[in-house]
């Protein structure tokens, strides 16, 4: 059975404290892994997907990068309005279903 | 703008009662999906169509129902069979159903709950 882990569960970061979150996953085939951002009481926004180990992608001050086991999103002198919950998800097969971590909790305080 | 429109965005249940949760969207994309997020859970799916007038169930399909007559709208009915319906549920669409490398795009929720 695929399966997608993300850790830390939550995290408190302060105004330009640069960290990384980790999305870790078993699965039988690979097809794309996507990151989305989740603001509270609004669906997930898309911010990147990966497809294959040593791809990165960047986005302002989000950069996100894929191994064959693992993903990170790494977040560099982050602001305020970058808290929001990270999610990871992972195509595995047709039809484009996606199989979604629990999600990292990102606070940035001033 | 393009986007899905979910409606409403709450949505009170009373017991025995059939719901319909509505959703629309003008990206023209192909494939339409519904999830349920509860707290401390990832998103699961509750059903999937990738063309008009044909869908599959996901994961948790039991004490659901979807139709899809337009490409734009992918409407979701929780019936009373559904016994835990409280819940915040996502629709999502995507350009295409194959190639699984498509991102999917979604709406921004409604929030079900029982009185």
């Known amino acids: 059975e695929d399966q997608v882990t993300q850790s830390p569960e939550a995290l408190r970061l302060q105004e330009g404290e640069s960290s990384s979150l980790n999305c870790s996953y078993t699965v039988s085939g690979l097809r794309g892994l996507f990151w989305y951002r989740q603001d509270p009481g609004k669906g997930p926004e898309f911010l990147f997907t990966l497809y294959s180990a040593g791809e990165e992608k960047e986005k302002e001050r989000l950069k996100a990068t894929l191994t064959k086991k693992e993903s990170f999103l790494h977040i560099t002198a982050p602001k305020p309005e970058d808290s929001a919950t990270y999610l990871c998800?992972?195509?595995?097969?047709?039809?484009?279903?996606?199989?979604f971590g629990t999600g990292t909790r990102l606070q940035v305080t001033l | 703008d393009g986007g899905i429109t979910q409606s409403p965005k709450y949505l009170f249940r009373k017991e025995g009662q059939n719901v319909t949760l509505s959703c629309e969207q003008n990206l023209n994309h192909d494939a339409m999906y519904w999830y349920r997020q509860d707290p401390g859970q990832g998103l699961r799916l509750i059903y999937y169509s990738q063309i008009v007038n044909d869908f599959q169930k996901g994961d948790i399909a039991e004490g659901y129902s979807v139709s899809r007559e337009k490409k734009e709208s992918f409407p979701l009915t929780v019936t009373s069979a559904q016994k835990n319906p409280t819940a915040f549920y996502l629709c999502?669409?995507?350009?295409?159903?194959?190639?699984?490398?498509?991102?999917?795009?979604f709406g921004d929720g409604t929030r079900l709950s029982i009185l």
């Open positions: 998800a992972l195509n595995t097969g047709t039809a484009s279903k996606l199989t």
């Open positions: 999502a669409s995507s350009i295409t159903h194959t190639g699984g490398n498509q991102p999917q795009h």
